[in-house]
Nanobody
Framework: QVQLVESGGGLVQPGGSLRLSCAASGIFFSLNNMAWYRQAPGKQRELVATIFSGGSTNYADSVKGRFTISRDNAKSTAFLQMNSLKPEDTAVYYC?????????WGQGTQVTVSS
C-alpha cells in the first residue's frame, strides 16, 4: 500500500516561512522523483518544485530563490522549505512520487499566507 502523507501546512503572515514534509511508504523512495504541486481555489494544479532521484532540482519561476526542495532517502521523506511567503502562495500543497510511468499523490496540506 503506497502512502504519501504531507504535513507542515498552516497559517503564516506574509514574509514568513513554513517547512512542508512528505513522508512516503510502500515505494522505493530513493528511486522516485519527488515533486511538490499546489492548487489555489479556482485555479489549476501547478508544479512548484521537483527533486529527481539523482538529487537535481527544478523550480517554478514564481518560487525560485524563495523555496527549496530536498529529500532524505534514509527517512523516505521529501521537504519543501518555503521562505518569504506571499499571499499568492496560498494553496493546498500536494506531494507526488513518480517512477517508470507510475505516480502517487498525497492528500494535500493547506498553506494560507495572510495578515
Amino acid at each position: 500500500q503506497v502512502q504519501l502523507v504531507e504535513s507542515g501546512g498552516g497559517l503564516v503572515q506574509p514574509g514568513g516561512s513554513l517547512r512542508l514534509s512528505c513522508a512516503a511508504s510502500g515505494i522505493f523512495f530513493s528511486l522516485n522523483n519527488m515533486a511538490w504541486y499546489r492548487q489555489a481555489p479556482g485555479k489549476q494544479r501547478e508544479l512548484v518544485a521537483t527533486i529527481f532521484s539523482g538529487g537535481s532540482t527544478n523550480y517554478a519561476d514564481s518560487v525560485k530563490g524563495r523555496f527549496t526542495i530536498s529529500r532524505d532517502n534514509a527517512k523516505s521523506t521529501a521537504f519543501l522549505q518555503m521562505n518569504s511567503l506571499k499571499p499568492e502562495d496560498t494553496a493546498v500543497y500536494y506531494c507526488k512520487a513518480a517512477r517508470a510511468g507510475q505516480s502517487y499523490w498525497g492528500q494535500g496540506t493547506q498553506v494560507t499566507v495572510s495578515s
